[in-house]
Nanobody
Framework: QVQLTESGGGLVQAGGSLRLSCAAS??????MGWFRQAPGKEREFVAT???????SYADSVIGRFTISRDKAKNSVDLQMNSLKPEDTALYYC????????????????WGQGTQVTVSS
């Protein structure tokens, strides 16, 4: 049974940092990453990392967020620095057997979500 389990969300002041983690079980994925969804908005791409180590980021997080994969643990982390109030959202871990991409529709497996709230 495939399962993605997220952890690490919380409440932080603007300018602060948080680290999200997602542990996968049941399968090794070609690509893993993070999406987020704020109230009243569509789910949007944040960052992805392939098994080979290629990373991709949304323009809004470049220079502030870093994604990394741990092959031994079959997990993916998202280090978020210099957080802004507009980063507030429910963050979802996503995984796919194929090449993935920046569209949420390309991912077959999802975590339950972890809340990130950035206060001003």
């Amino acid at each position: 049974q495939v399962q993605l389990t997220e952890s690490g969300g919380g409440l932080v002041q603007a300018g602060g940092s948080l680290r999200l983690s997602c542990a996968a079980s049941g399968r090794v994925f070609g690509i893993m990453g993070w999406f987020r969804q704020a109230p009243g908005k569509e789910r949007e791409f944040v960052a992805t990392a392939t098994w080979s180590g290629r990373t991709s980021y949304a323009d809004s997080v470049i220079g502030r967020f870093t994604i990394s994969r741990d092959k031994a643990k079959n997990s993916v982390d998202l280090q978020m620095n210099s957080l802004k109030p507009e980063d507030t959202a429910l963050y979802y871990c996503a995984a796919d057997q194929g090449r993935g991409g920046s569209s949420a529709s390309l991912y077959d497996f999802w975590g339950q979500g972890t809340q990130v709230t950035v206060s001003s």
